[in-house]
């Protein structure tokens, strides 16, 4: 992504190392901070992109049950602490007229992923990107990560956070319930 200005993240990268206490100029930073312009480059790339963009292919249907995907890989940046993330997010949703493709899906929740990011804001764009685009009536989305700021600081705990966002006719009442049951949060219903 030309958006990134990786020029800019290596004057950075060697600031940091510089003020950690480290030889920025031994052999193995030598490439470091090219290495890592080159990572944010990549791995927040989704920043400029719409997520909702990307729902183009689907597939007509009449269809009006629910549709569940369930867990979609998700590998994102914490916004807080810029430490990884990562789980998966499981996508239920109410077309309206069109099915989305599977690896449409599994697109969706990478765009909104590469970015700092929010594990709660990942759910609520999936969901707000399914109801906006018309592709479906409602949309509910269950992510479950391990964050890497709270595996690798404080008491180091590998504990699993789950967060819930909804929207459109699967936002309240039995549908989210049903939504909810189907995303496999039967402990949250
Ligand atoms: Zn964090």
């Not at 597939?59 to 629910?66: G, L, P, Q, R």
Request: with cysteine; proline share 4%.
């Amino acid at each position: 992504a030309s958006e990134v200005d990786q020029p800019r993240i290596q004057a950075a990268v060697r600031e940091i190392l510089a003020a950690i206490g480290e030889d920025v100029d031994r052999n193995g930073l030598v490439e470091t901070p090219a290495r890592v312009a080159r990572m944010y480059a990549e791995i927040c790339a989704g920043l400029h992109e719409v997520p909702a963009e990307h729902l183009t292919k689907v597939f007509e249907a009449d269809h009006d049950e629910m549709v569940m995907v369930r867990d979609i890989p998700l590998y994102s940046l914490c916004e807080h602490h810029l430490l990884p993330f990562e789980g998966f997010a499981s996508v239920v949703y109410e077309p309206r007229a069109a099915i989305v493709g599977l690896g449409t899906l599994a697109t969706v929740v990478e765009v909104t992923a590469r970015r700092p990011q929010l594990q709660e804001r990942v759910g609520e764009m999936v969901a707000q990107a399914l109801v906006t685009s018309g592709v479906a009536s409602g949309a509910l989305v269950l992510v479950s990560a391990i964050h890497g700021c709270v595996s690798y600081r404080g008491p180091k705990q590998r504990l699993t956070t789950v967060t819930v966002a909804a929207e459109g006719s699967l936002a309240e009442g039995t549908k989210r319930h049903e939504a909810l049951l189907l995303a496999g949060g039967e402990d949250w219903v």
